[in-house]
């Protein structure tokens, strides 16, 4: 059974810089697509970034586009979202989760999620 652990979260300036982490035990992430997906309060949960089995294809919601980067390290079994130029407007609470994608070169935020983290959160305050 694939488990998932946020962290990394915390409290940044507008314009300032975090780094997620979704850490995967339990399996491979080899097998897996990852999203990251983030849900502010008393919002819809919304797509943020995925990237596929092999990372060679990665996908990005418009609002973070150009500010924020998906990477994973499947040695580590690790994926990372790199956020920078944050904006009071990204604070949520930010979830990773994966899914059984068939194909290695592609992903979708919109498609079922099968497993997913507890969640981390992220505060853009000044």
């Known amino acids: 059974q694939l488990q998932l652990v946020e962290s990394g979260g915390g409290l940044v300036q507008p314009g300032g810089s975090l780094r997620l982490s979704c850490a995967a035990s339990?399996?491979?992430?080899?097998?897996?697509?990852i999203g990251w997906f983030r849900q502010a309060p008393g919002k819809e949960r919304e797509g943020v970034s995925c990237?596929?089995?092999?990372?060679?294809?990665?996908n990005y919601a418009d609002s973070v586009k150009g500010r924020f980067t998906i990477s994973r390290d499947n040695v580590k079994n690790t994926v990372y979202l790199q956020m920078n130029s944050l904006k009071l407007e990204d604070t949520a609470v930010y979830y990773c989760?994966?899914?059984?994608?068939?194909?290695?070169?592609?992903?979708?935020?919109?498609?079922?999620?099968?497993?997913w983290g507890q969640g981390t959160q992220v505060t853009v305050s000044s």
């Open positions: 339990g399996s491979t992430l080899v097998y897996y697509a």
């Open positions: 990237i596929s089995k092999s990372g060679s294809n990665t």
């Open positions: 989760a994966a899914y059984p994608s068939i194909s290695r070169t592609m992903c979708v935020m919109n498609t079922e999620y099968n497993y």
